[in-house]
């Protein structure tokens, strides 16, 4: 039998029928080989031939394993990504949320992209595959790349104080960025307690986008004193003298009454006196509220928690954090 007018190993199985041997090598091109019969001498010769097809290999489907990088900046500019996986060939094509992007062949297991700015213009996440065309080929795995959105995150250290009236507390303030955060940051505290002041050192922090930025939070305690009972602001009142005087008043018209000769005087007199003691009550009950000394409240931080909050503000981003005080 022939391939391609080569001669193969043949086995003769019937007038009808024979077998020949076709190495590896005979197909590892596409194509179209010419199969033909031969009989030798005498007479013989060669048959009509035939078409063996021969189908081109077809293209593996490609592994996706890794993206560099694998994050970048929400309103960053363009950068070429770098994709590392196996099967991959000069085909092969990067698709970025779907969508081809401009692809340039390395080797079987890297290729590299160009991303354009309009690709991370806002946060998310994007599935990054690898395409190989027909024959065979097909589309890989997929590879989540972050378009990170700038923010930081507020924390403080310690979280809780304790100190005594006139004493200071402070906490350390620490302002870690996310995504490449390197703006400026506001810092303010609120629900100071009474007899107390809380300030923030210094009131505004930039991180750099990598490394953080801290700042100092000082509560500021003011000591409790005793005033000493405050002086009468006016004469001494009546008030405590009142059940003697109404007893000596009391006594006064008794004595009167019987000294007066005739019943009629004497009840008017009567009626004088007890006029005259009830006005005195009246007079003496009244000048109580100018008498007797005051106690003035203790001045001063007041003992006991108090909690308060901590703000960080950088335009729309707001963050904050609480702390905790207790004051002896």
Request: contains cysteine.
């Amino acid at each position: 039998m022939g391939w391609n007018d080569a001669d193969r190993i043949t086995t003769y199985s019937s007038s009808a029928q024979l077998t020949a041997s076709i190495p590896a090598s005979d197909i590892s091109t596409g194509g179209t080989a010419q199969v033909t019969v031969f009989n030798p001498a005498p007479g013989g010769g060669t048959s009509n031939s035939l078409n063996f097809t021969i189908n081109p290999l077809g293209n593996p489907v490609p592994t996706l394993a890794s993206l560099v990088p694998s994050s970048a900046t929400a309103g960053g500019a363009a950068f070429s990504l770098a994709v590392y996986g196996t099967n991959f060939i000069s085909g092969s094509i990067v698709r970025w949320g779907g969508a081809d992007r401009t692809t340039t062949y390395s080797s079987s297991t890297q290729l590299t992209a160009s991303i354009t700015a309009a690709d991370i213009a806002t946060g998310g996440t994007v599935a990054v595959t690898v395409f190989n065309p027909a024959p065979g080929g097909g589309s890989s795995n997929a590879v989540t790349f972050n378009i990170n959105i700038p923010d930081f995150s507020l924390s403080k250290d310690p979280s809780s104080a304790t100190v005594t009236a006139g004493q200071t507390a402070e906490y350390t303030l620490t302002v870690t960025p996310l995504g490449g955060f390197n703006q400026s940051v506001s810092l303010s505290c609120s629900g100071a307690l009474s007899a107390a002041t809380c300030s923030v050192s210094p009131t505004s922090v930039t991180p750099d986008g990598t490394n953080n930025a801290t700042a100092t939070v000082r509560i500021t305690t003011t000591a409790r004193s005793i005033a000493p009972p405050s002086l009468p602001l006016g004469p001494p009142s009546l008030g405590l003298r009142l059940p003697t005087l109404l007893f000596l008043m009391l006594i006064t018209v008794m004595l009167l009454a019987i000294a007066a000769g005739r019943q009629r005087a004497r009840f008017r007199l009567i009626v004088a006196l007890a006029a005259l003691v009830l006005v005195s009550a009246l007079v003496a009950c009244g000048g109580g509220g100018n008498g007797g000394g005051g106690f003035t409240p203790p001045a001063g931080t007041l003992a006991g928690t108090y909690t308060l909050t901590i703000t960080a503000t950088s335009g729309s981003l707001s963050h904050n954090t609480t702390v905790s005080l207790t004051v002896n």
